[in-house]
């Protein structure tokens, strides 16, 4: 446990002060790439988040503790309009709950199920709908369940992303640890895919399925030690 102090507490400082220092930054011009400059460190930090805290998927007492502290902290933020400031809550009880999820359900089906099903429910749905974005975009309405990336110096958000794909990347990363399939390369390969489908997003101007981007991040980076898992045994599991 001591071991995950320093890079959980060096990852979330970091985070913490692009979340929470914003709008004390420096205005960027012009607004679209202002945005990715402000959007693109926050998706990277998050995805290390759920790196460094994935080892706790074995301890559950501390995986409840950190999901009611994240629960306590998001429902002050939002009563208080918090807006990018309550990311940070947002983020550790999303990470929490993923990582829960992963350890109540161990199941072997679940680690290819998972991925697949619900990355292709996120592509299929997404894409038609071609909703259109704007950057820098408005702050949302202090909905709990988008994580809003702040803009610097400027009332208006970088990007946002929905609370469910930081629970559904983290509950894959708590498989990859439990599993032992390469926890460092799948965090690398889902964070890519969040980045990626960021940066699709910004040059298209339209919504992107960050999840199914997610998803395929995992499966691509752990594709080498899947077939392994699979001779294993693995699917089987439950």
Same mark, same amino acid.
């Given at each position: 446990?001591a071991?995950?102090a320093a890079?959980?507490?060096?990852?979330?400082?970091?985070? $913490?002060?692009?979340?929470?220092?914003a709008p004390?930054?420096p205005?960027?011009?012009?607004?679209p790439?202002? &945005?990715?400059? $402000?959007?693109?460190?926050?998706?990277?930090?998050?995805?290390a988040?759920a790196?460094?805290?994935?080892?706790?998927?074995?301890?559950?007492?501390a995986?409840?503790?950190?999901?009611?502290?994240?629960?306590l902290?998001?429902?002050?933020?939002a009563?208080?309009?918090?807006h990018? &400031? @309550?990311?940070?809550?947002?983020t550790?009880?999303?990470i929490?709950?993923?990582?829960?999820?992963?350890?109540?359900f161990d !199941?072997?089906a679940?680690? /290819?199920?998972?991925?697949?099903?619900?990355?292709?429910?996120?592509?299929?749905?997404?894409l038609p709908? $071609?909703?259109?974005?704007?950057?820098?975009?408005?702050?949302s309405?202090?909905?709990?369940?988008?994580?809003?990336l702040?803009?610097?110096?400027?009332?208006?958000a970088?990007?946002?992303?929905?609370i469910?794909?930081v629970?559904?990347?983290?509950? /894959?990363?708590?498989?990859?640890?439990?599993?032992? !399939?390469?926890?460092a390369g799948?965090?690398?390969?889902?964070?890519?895919g969040?980045? /990626?489908a960021?940066?699709l997003?910004?040059?298209?101007d339209r &919504?992107?399925?960050?999840?199914?981007?997610?998803?395929?991040g995992?499966l691509?980076?752990c594709?080498?030690?899947?077939?392994?898992? /699979?001779?294993?045994?693995?699917?089987e599991? @439950?």
């Amino acid at each position: 446990m001591a071991r995950l102090a320093a890079p959980v507490l060096a990852v979330l400082g970091a985070l $913490a002060a692009l979340l929470l220092l914003a709008p004390a930054l420096p205005e960027l011009q012009p607004p679209p790439r202002a &945005a990715l400059v $402000a959007a693109v460190p926050p998706l990277a930090l998050i995805g290390a988040l759920a790196y460094v805290l994935g080892p706790l998927t074995r301890i559950p007492v501390a995986l409840a503790a950190l999901a009611a502290a994240g629960l306590l902290a998001t429902a002050a933020a939002a009563a208080l309009g918090a807006h990018g &400031a @309550g990311t940070l809550p947002e983020t550790l009880l999303a990470i929490a709950l993923g990582l829960l999820f992963a350890r109540v359900f161990d !199941l072997g089906a679940f680690v /290819l199920g998972l991925p697949l099903v619900i990355g292709v429910v996120d592509l299929v749905t997404t894409l038609p709908a $071609a909703t259109t974005k704007t950057w820098p975009m408005p702050v949302s309405a202090g909905d709990p369940l988008l994580l809003e990336l702040p803009s610097w110096s400027a009332q208006t958000a970088a990007g946002e992303i929905s609370i469910a794909t930081v629970l559904f990347l983290a509950a /894959l990363q708590g498989y990859a640890v439990r599993e032992r !399939l390469r926890p460092a390369g799948a965090a690398v390969g889902m964070t890519v895919g969040l980045l /990626l489908a960021y940066l699709l997003e910004w040059r298209t101007d339209r &919504a992107m399925p960050f999840t199914a981007f997610v998803a395929g991040g995992f499966l691509i980076a752990c594709s080498d030690a899947l077939p392994r898992w /699979l001779r294993g045994g693995g699917i089987e599991r @439950g």
